[in-house]
DNA sequence: ATCTTAACGGAACCAGCCTCCCATTAAGGA
DNA sequence: TCCTTAATGGGAGGCTGGTTCCGTTAAGAT
């Protein structure tokens, strides 16, 4: 993604970083929204840079300079999907916000669209280095966000002192994700109210206190 | 995979029923091994049929036949795979050997090649149907084997009756792929050893007891 | 308002992937 | 052993996806 490091001669360092304004955002947004319509429609391995330009009424051309592959579009799809991230619940307690949050994340995975661009930005990831570090950096700041419900939980007792906050989250996704991605069993809300009770059970045992 | 479902006209049903004997074998096997090599070096993305059909001393138009796509040729390397599974462990201890169930499932995922192909094959069936039922199957099958392993500890009492067996085993290999394939993050010894003590815990208390 | 040039867009061009055709090889049965 | 035909293999040709060229549009500065 990014480059020229030391731009002696002028280049223009990546496109859309020096005229950001009206048109360029404009088309930004209309590429992300004709990929993520096209991943939910035909997934990512019928991701195609020509059908892309098409439908975002964009000059392909300009869909290739700035993204320059379908790995590439999906990358900044997950950059774009990280930046509007909705904040954690607060149902009073800890079981109750895990819950809301295992539900939250079984809703995304079991939607048609959602799913679908999911399965899409794990099977490019799995392609490709920059796309993996992107995915990396989203769970990191879904994750943080998600944290401080685990520090309240704590001040109120409800878990053991020293407890990591992202490994217990962690623990509660797992169970979703794996079923999602890797055996491809169906997330149904039972297992995600597995997963809430278990990691708890985990929890109070102590095993997620930091080392 | 499978097609011709009534042969009226003496079709051939899919390259390699009818006549399995040496020749056709020796090219399957020289593929599959050329796919693995690929998928370790260079990934699923850069899969290519051309490629595979010369390092595996094979006519490109065999390979284009009888797998049709880079999705068909992990397919059946996903097959290929489900067939030669080890057995279980026996340690004596359902903590024993879901902990050397964990660090199996670890150094196989952190090994370069294998964990290159899984990365791989989890893409493909992302991108595929069939795939995604052969990857289903692959799990099944590796549960299968290892269930009896926590109906021993149940027997023993170190799990309370009624847990389910493949529940917990799942509960054990979740966090473990959910780092390797989701967040993307190391997945290490100490992680293995925390999803076993963590999945214990939850059994205890009877989370995995069947509905 | 005017100017500079970043960014876009159309179209021709190139290459690598896939398909088809037909000759060749060797399984499996008599 | 011989015969039938399943299965393989080489090569030509077409198509689709990706690249390059250059003219056009409009963002941002004066």
Known sequence: MEQETHLTESQPAS?????????TAKVRRAVLDATQDALA??????L???RIAAT???????VYRRWGSPVGLVTDLLHDMAEQSLP???TGSLAGDLRTNAELVRATLTDARMGAVFRAVIAAAACDEDCARALADFYRTRLG???PVVAKGEARGEIPAGTDPTELLRAVSAPLYYRFAVTREEVTADVAE????AALAAARDGVFIRA
Chains 1, 2 share one sequence.
Not at 15 to 23: A, E, H, I, N, S
Not at 56 to 62: E, I, Q
Request: glycine residues 18%; aromatic residues 6%; charged residues 25%.
């Open 145 to 147: 966000e998600w944290a």
């Open 41 to 46: 429609d035909t997934g990512f391995h019928a």
């Open 48 to 50: 195609n840079m020509d």
């Open 194 to 197: 597995r997963a809430v009770t």
């Open 15 to 23: 496109p859309g970083t020096l005229r950001p304004g009206g048109r």
């Open 56 to 62: 975002a009424g964009v000059g392909k051309t300009t």
């Open 88 to 90: 954690a619940s607060d």
